[in-house]
């Protein structure tokens, strides 16, 4: 069975830091980009990160610049986000995907069930 399964969510204080997790069963990671996007309550799905096959090239969106890392351990077949300086505003379910492309969302062929993270004192 191909599945991706994210973990790592949980309650946090605004400022403090999660680390996620994205493994894959079933299949390798290696062959993919990966992606980290996150949806709120009401709010449409935005891309947080992505990172390349090899771990090369990574993105973030503007609103995690500095405070987010994506990484990969593809002998793990795990994708990581290191979320640092938590806000409220990241409280939201994340998921990871794998794909194609790291920009075209329809290239994403994969998607993990979701961790949710809360970010509140």
């Known amino acids: 069975q191909l599945q991706l399964v994210e973990s790592g969510g949980g309650l946090v204080q605004p400022g403090g830091s999660l680390r996620l997790s994205c493994a894959a069963s079933?299949?390798?990671?290696?062959?993919?980009?990966i992606g980290w996007f996150r949806q709120a309550p009401g709010k449409e799905r935005e891309k947080v990160s992505c990172i390349s096959n090899s771990g090369s090239s990574t993105n973030y969106a503007d609103s995690v610049k500095g405070r987010f890392t994506i990484s990969r351990d593809n002998a793990k077949n795990t994708v990581y986000l290191q979320m640092n300086s938590l806000k409220p505003e990241d409280t939201a379910m994340y998921y990871c995907a794998a794909g194609a492309s790291c920009f075209r969302l329809i290239s994403y062929t994969y998607w993990g069930q979701g961790t949710q993270v809360t970010v509140s004192s």
């Open positions: 079933g299949f390798s990671l290696n062959d993919y980009v």
